[in-house]
C-alpha cells in the first residue's frame, strides 16, 4: 500500500544508551532505514544535555524521526513513506533495535482527503 505513515511507541527499552547517545541512535536509525530499502537525502539531529536525541531523516519517499527520552526509557518514531515499504518489518527493525518490552503503533493511510472547503 503506497501512503503509509507508520505512527510508533516504544516503552521499557532496555537498550538505554541508544537513548542517551546521538551517535548511537543515528547508527542505528541508519542501518533500519537501510534495510528498508528507502533512500535518505538529507539528516539532522540533536544530542540533548546532558542525555536524550532527536533524529529527523528527510526521505526521498518523505520522512522519519526519532525522539528519544532515556528517563522514562520511551522513543518515538514517525516514518512517512509516498512508496510502499513494509511496515510490519519497520516496527520489528525498531523493537528489536531499541530492545522494548512494550510497543504500540498505528498505520494511517494518507492520500484519501475527503472534506473539501467551500470557496
Same mark, same amino acid.
Given at each position: 500500500?503506497?501512503? #503509509? !505513515?507508520?505512527? /510508533? #511507541? ?11 547517545h /546521538? ?6 536509525? =541508519? ?10 537525502? =538529507?539528516?539532522?539531529?540533536? #544530542?540533548?544535555k546532558p ?5 529527523v ?5 518523505? !520522512?522519519?524521526t526519532? !525522539? ?18 513494509? !511496515? ?7 523493537? @528489536? ?8 503503533? @498505528?498505520?494511517?493511510?494518507?492520500? =484519501?482527503v475527503? =472534506? #473539501? /472547503?467551500?470557496?
Amino acid at each position: 500500500m503506497k501512503n #503509509q !505513515h507508520l505512527v /510508533l #511507541q516504544l516503552e521499557g527499552i532496555k537498550n538505554v544508551e541508544i537513548l542517551k547517545h /546521538l551517535n548511537l541512535l543515528e547508527s542505528s536509525m =541508519n542501518k533500519i532505514l537501510d534495510q528498508l530499502k528507502v533512500t535518505v537525502v =538529507n539528516k539532522s539531529g540533536y #544530542q540533548f544535555k546532558p542525555f536524550g536525541a532527536t533524529m529527523v531523516y528527510v526521505l526521498a519517499e518523505s !520522512h522519519c524521526t526519532c !525522539h528519544t527520552f532515556w528517563e522514562e526509557q520511551e522513543a518515538y518514531i514517525d516514518l512517512f513513506c509516498c512508496s510502499e515499504f513494509d !511496515h510490519d518489518l519497520a516496527v520489528k527493525l525498531f523493537v @528489536n533495535l531499541f530492545n522494548a518490552s512494550k510497543y504500540d503503533y @498505528n498505520i494511517l493511510s494518507r492520500g =484519501n482527503v475527503k =472534506n #473539501q /472547503l467551500n470557496s
